[in-house]
């Protein structure tokens, strides 16, 4: 998989439109967006498969509806994710420092769901 880098200085490496939000527009949509947050709603389908896209943020990911996936960092390089089910019934918060190039394929019969609150001064 090509990074397509910037050509400008950076300390991150991907065009801008690799951002989810660009690339993956589907799984990715914005529900708020100010000067200190974006927050966005990720939904990924039974059997879909993601395009190819980065998350350029630290992020908060509140996971309310799990599914089994694979995580994909290249086409040869991937892991796979159970369902994550909590004893509680509760969502799943989740730290994530940001994320190069991947996409994620929903391998299960259930959608995957959640609310990424991305930081931008972090």
């Given at each position: 998989m090509e990074n397509n880098k910037k050509t400008e200085s950076s300390d991150w490496p991907w065009s801008d439109s690799q951002d989810a939000v660009c690339a993956a527009p589907d799984s990715h949509r914005i529900l708020l967006e100010?000067?200190?947050?974006?927050?966005?709603?990720?939904t990924i389908p039974a059997g879909h498969k993601e395009p190819w896209h980065t998350h350029r943020r630290t992020s908060l990911m509140l996971i309310d509806q799990s599914a089994?996936?694979?995580?994909?960092?290249?086409?040869?390089?991937?892991d796979e994710r159970p369902r994550i089910v909590s004893e509680s019934g509760s969502p799943r918060l989740a730290w994530l420092v940001p994320e190069g190039i991947h996409c994620v394929e929903n391998i299960d019969t259930m959608s995957y769901h959640a609310i990424r609150i991305e930081f931008k001064n972090s």
């Open positions: 100010n000067e200190l947050v974006r927050v966005l709603e990720v089994s996936i694979r995580y994909f960092r290249s086409e040869n390089d991937f």
